[in-house]
């Protein structure tokens, strides 16, 4: 069960890529990256469950964090033009 | 007093996130919920605006059945629009006043308009102008009549 | 002999992966940029609260589970917020949103 979830979450990762490539201005690929990021989370967290080792919550928490600092530490730089 | 309040909140979330009941750990889990406030605990609450607030959080409860329903709706609506095949999208930008005056209830309708089906709201002016992208015209109107937002007033209202 | 709780937890999953791939082909499929954002923001926190609360079902009532409704609150607060900065940050550099009469001309 969480194999075939992982499995799909990893392909619509791969569909979203794309965009992150092709993307015409530079808001498209930081909304694929961003979509990226939050399936991350996801799978992080049902590896934990598919290995039976539930400390990759942790890091899935974690990730959840910095992906959002990330984005807006990017959108922040790309506005001002410094991160101050 | 704010202080301790801030540490024990900062200490019972170190203990629901770790579970450990080693008297060491938990000395240092301590330790760090207090240096963290006396760092940064202005952040997290800051002064004499929680007890005027109170009133709005546990009306706030109120209209959470309602938010769900209305993003279960918005998802069956993005999906059906994702996968026809002709995309029957006709996007346009609306921009209207709002007279909901706590900040609280003016993020609460901008993060709602988000969740709710076919339009995302772009910006909030410091007077209170919303300006919203629309899938299609229909959602447009659908907002102007202002359901949603007499729903945020009653809880503004005291 | 699977259990009732299994079944449940496996409807929830699937569930949020068919919302979570919906996304990812509205993402590539829709013509600019702001309408991109709808299905991102949209059926994407919805799939992964899908699947979050489909975990919480399969673990019951543990501090597993409390993390994963710490998650659950954290991912509810973020996203929408994240797609503002991201559609605001895109309106005020001047990007034109996409019109479908413009196409026809």
Redesign the interface.
Known sequence: ??D??LL??I???F??I??ALKGP?V??R???I??IG??A??IL??IG?SYER?HF??I??LY??IN?VA??AF?KY??TGKLG | MRFLLISLILFSFWFLLSGETNPILISSGIISSLFITYLSGDLLISEGKVRKNVHLYIKFLRYIPYLIYEIIIANIDVVYRVLHPKMPIDPVIVKFNSELETDFCIVTYANSITLTPGTVTIDVGKKRDFIVHSLTSKYAESLLTRDMEKKIKEIENV | MIELKEIIAGLFIFSGCFFIIVASIGIVRFPDFYTRVHPAGKADTMGQILILTGLIVYEGLSLISIKLFFIICFILIVNPTATHALVKSAYLSGLKPWTRKKEND
Do not use: E, G, Q, W
């Open positions: 069960m969480f075939t979830a799909l979450l392909l619509s990762s569909l979203v794309y965009r201005r808001f498209d930081v909304l694929a961003n979509f939050t399936k989370v996801i967290a049902l469950f539930p919550l942790d899935a928490l959840a964090l959002f984005t807006i959108l790309r506005a």
